[in-house]
């Protein structure tokens, strides 16, 4: 199987378009036409996994985090990040990384907290804004069906992640001449020609654009099709950070922590006071480093907010109101390699696809 197949469903699988902006996922070494003979997918691609790889005889490795992050002046044996690239190339092996991209997708990385504890209603806790365009054209009434059945079909017309096939359509009277050389559906040339067409909008996400142009083009009759693309600054309920949930009863704190040490092998809690607080229901969580949605999660009235990274004056930022936990940044993104793992494996079922025995948490506690 070629690596451009892979990569062509990743991509639209899990788009680069939500990535954020400091991101770097996506194929970050490899030729797109070499035959990817196993898959190994891992959390962090460290010298060990590479290791694996090349005793696996895997040739592409998909990875959370990317290898490739910061600027590279050289490729040399100075530090860890060069000496991967430099074994990857020369074992002829290719990685690709599902980083914030993953982390932002309904379903992503957060959802797995969400079905190992059985939280119910869970949506995202901030959804991503500026990733959904509006399409609008025109066509003659026999032809809308047509055009709107061929832009469902591609992701078009889907509002959050409970509608789907939505549009609005009105009708008018369109005008045109067609000049010298053209080759009109309808109307003679140089003649003024007058036509009832209705109008269709419809929503897409943005990456879609391209997909979504040519779809237009190829179902419309028309030798020149009019229509605008317009960026909208909508949130999308469906792309976003993090995940807000609730338990299936409320719990006191010390049982829900003794619960989280069940379904999930922590070393460690960090946790503020919860002295005001004696219930928990309400739940908040993001994988990786999650300090930037303290506030979304007290907006929105969790009781606890888990994730990592926190710094010393971000559990100040509690201030009572909400017990915030840090369970390391690794604890937190654990499930990850094995959700990549099943992404792959669902679509290319006779494919190869291993999940990685290394443990690559770079923390350990005594």
Known sequence: MKLAEIVKYLDNKVPLHYQESYDNSGLLIGDKDMEVKSVL?????????????????????????????????KITSSNYVQRIIFKAIKNNIAIYALHTNLDN?????????????????????????????????????????????????????????????????????????????????????????????????????????????????????????????????NQDNSVGSGIIGELNKEMDIISFFKLLKKEFPYQMLKYTKFSNIKKVKKIAFCGGSGAFLINEAMKQGADIYISSDFKYHDFFDANEKIIIVDIGHYETEQFVAEQIYQIVKKKFHKLDVVLTKVNTNPISYY
Do not use: M, W
């Not at 992503?108 to 500026?130: C, M, P, Y």
């Not at 079909?153 to 509002?159: E, F, L, M, R, T």
């Not at 009105?170 to 050389?181: E, I």
């Open 41 to 73: 997918t891992c959390l962090d691609c460290t010298e060990d996994v590479i290791k694996e790889a090349i005793q696996q005889k895997s040739n592409l490795i998909i990875s959370h985090h990317p290898i490739l992050f910061r600027p590279i002046k």
């Open 105 to 233: 997708i309904e379903g992503g990385v957060s959802f797995i907290f969400s079905n190992k504890l059985g939280l119910l209603n869970s949506q995202i806790l901030k959804q991503k804004d500026a990733v959904l365009s509006k399409l609008v054209t025109y066509c003659p009434t026999k032809y809308l069906s047509k055009i709107q059945t061929a832009l469902f079909d591609i992701g078009a017309g889907k509002i959050g992640s409970k509608y789907d096939q939505c549009s609005f359509v009105s009708d008018g009277l369109g005008t045109f001449r067609p000049l010298s050389g053209s080759n009109p559906y309808i109307g003679s040339e140089n003649k003024r020609t007058s036509q009832s067409e209705d109008k269709l909008e419809l929503i897409f996400p943005t990456h879609l654009q391209k997909r979504v142009i040519k779809t237009l083009f190829e179902a419309h009759p028309y030798e020149e099709v009019a229509y605008d693309i317009i960026h909208l600054e």
